[in-house]
């Protein structure tokens, strides 16, 4: 069965910086890429970004809105991925889903940037 | 980057109702398209992927169609259960999600 598990989140400062993680287990973790996507409250989803699978070297590509502060990182030893955020503004308040394409999401973690 | 038109944001429909809701992509995103539902407080729930597969164990009354910049989801019975906000998401080029449908009982 797949699992995906998110931790990490909480409250931050604004021009602070936290770092995402989730725990991926039940499938082969390197044969795919893998997802961040967030979710302010009442809003839609809006996708960050993704790293690419081994046999596409684990590049990744973002969200122009979110390029440059956020990067997204993997462990394939321990099939976790990361998102590590800098400079976080107030609108960066959501949760946070990481995600497998076809449908496999986290339960999301919540994220407060607030002073 | 690609935009995503849904319509309506919000529908009103009772029991048995057939139902139907639209995206429109800003430019051909081929067959890459899937959907969701999403309860309050739940995370979104796939229910269509690349156009008109249904994802494992839901609903047949469940149906999407489309290709190239136009798409729908069907609900082809309405059920109670079925009550939540619908997104459409295309996967072509990145990844970009509709404005959602919320979706209520009359």
């Known amino acids: 069965e797949v699992k995906l598990l998110e931790s990490g989140g909480g409250l931050v400062q604004p021009g602070g910086s936290m770092r995402l993680s989730c725990a991926a287990s039940?499938?082969?973790?390197?044969?795919?890429?893998m997802y961040w996507i967030r979710q302010p409250a009442g809003k839609a989803p809006e996708w960050l970004g993704f790293i690419r699978n081994k046999a596409n070297g684990y590049t990744t590509e973002y969200n122009p809105s979110v390029k440059g502060r956020f990067t997204i990182s993997r462990d394939n030893t321990q099939n976790m991925l990361y998102l590590q955020m800098n400079t976080l503004r107030a609108e960066d308040t959501a949760t946070y889903y990481c995600a497998r394409w076809p449908g496999y999401w986290g339960q999301g973690v919540m994220v407060t940037v607030s002073s | 980057d690609i935009q995503m038109t849904q319509s309506p944001s919000f529908l009103s429909a009772s029991v048995g109702d057939r139902v139907t809701i639209n995206c429109k992509a800003s430019?051909?995103?081929?067959?890459?398209l899937d959907w969701y539902q999403q309860k309050l407080g739940e995370a979104p729930k796939l229910l269509i992927y690349n156009t008109n597969s249904l994802h494992t164990g839901i609903p047949s009354r469940f149906s999407g169609s489309g290709s190239g910049t136009d798409f729908t989801l069907t609900i082809s019975s309405l059920q109670p259960e079925d009550v939540a906000t619908y997104f459409c998401?295309?996967?072509?080029?990145?990844?970009?999600f509709g404005g959602g449908t919320k979706l209520e009982l009359k």
């Open positions: 998401l295309q996967h072509n080029s990145g990844w970009t």
């Open positions: 039940g499938f082969t973790f390197t044969d795919f890429y």
């Open positions: 430019q051909n995103i081929n067959k890459y």
